[in-house]
């Protein structure tokens, strides 16, 4: 069975600092997706990043990066100088490669305090 | 270009009614699928759509349905509305293989 797990419920930091949301995955699938995806208090979920089970290459996007690790079954994102503006709650996500369908972690609250 | 839509933004229902949320999907995309996000936790995968055709459920009882139309877009419905069925409810829609756009939901509070 597929199965995301944050275990960070919730972290506080203060602007500028560094921050990393933990992301652990279960899957007896081969061929996946995984994905990050933040939600501001709107609701909408924002897509951040996806990444094919076969790409293991970590990524930097601006301020974001990502740290995939199959081994040990974790994505790994990581804002660095966070930003008041980052806060919002962070979901990771896994999918099966064909039909969209996901898996979500049950979020992690960030607060950026100024 | 218009994202995801969802109508309403917000709704309350009474126990034992009944429910129709609407998601219009982004142009281009054929594939609808419904999230349920309880306060606090993450989304729960209800079903997909596709060619106007249900072609994945998740583990959500029958008084969950739904419809594509001609047009992609799509109808979430509740029946026998219980207070565990208050939510965030999430439409995304794709295009086969593509990302998946969220709308912004639908906040249902049943009373």
């Known amino acids: 069975a597929q199965k995301v797990t944050q275990a960070q419920t919730e972290i506080s930091v203060v602007e500028k600092e560094d921050v990393t949301l933990d992301c652990v995955y279960e899957?007896?699938?081969?061929?996946?997706?995984l994905f990050w995806y933040k939600q501001p208090p709107s609701g909408e979920l924002v897509f951040l990043i996806r990444?094919?089970?076969?790409?293991?290459q970590n990524e930097i996007s601006g301020r974001y990066s990502w740290n995939f690790q199959k081994s040990t079954s974790s994505f790994n994102f990581t804002i660095t100088a966070s930003q008041v503006v980052d806060s919002a709650v962070y979901f990771c996500?896994?999918?099966?490669?064909?039909?969209?369908?996901?898996?979500f972690g049950s979020g992690t609250k960030l607060n950026v305090k100024p | 270009d218009a994202g995801v839509t969802q109508s309403p933004t917000h709704l309350i229902k009474t126990r034992g009614q009944q429910v129709t949320l609407r998601c219009s999907p982004k142009?281009?995309?054929?594939?609808v699928s419904w999230y349920q996000q309880a306060l606090g936790q993450g989304p729960q995968f209800i079903f997909q759509?596709?060619?106007?055709?249900?072609?994945q459920r998740g583990n959500f009882p029958d008084r969950f349905s739904g419809h594509q139309f001609p047009n992609y877009s799509s109808e979430l419905n509740v029946n026998a509305l219980l207070l565990g069925d208050s939510a965030l409810y999430l439409c995304?829609?794709?295009?086969?293989?593509?990302?998946?756009?969220f709308g912004q939901g639908t906040r249902l509070t049943v009373v």
């Open positions: 990444r094919n089970s076969f790409d293991e």
């Open positions: 142009s281009g995309h054929d594939t």
């Open positions: 899957t007896r699938d081969t061929t996946y997706y």
């Open positions: 995304a829609s794709s295009l086969s293989g593509s990302i998946a756009f």
């Open positions: 759509y596709y060619e106007e055709e249900e072609r």
């Open positions: 996500a896994l999918s099966e490669v064909d039909f969209n369908k996901f898996y």
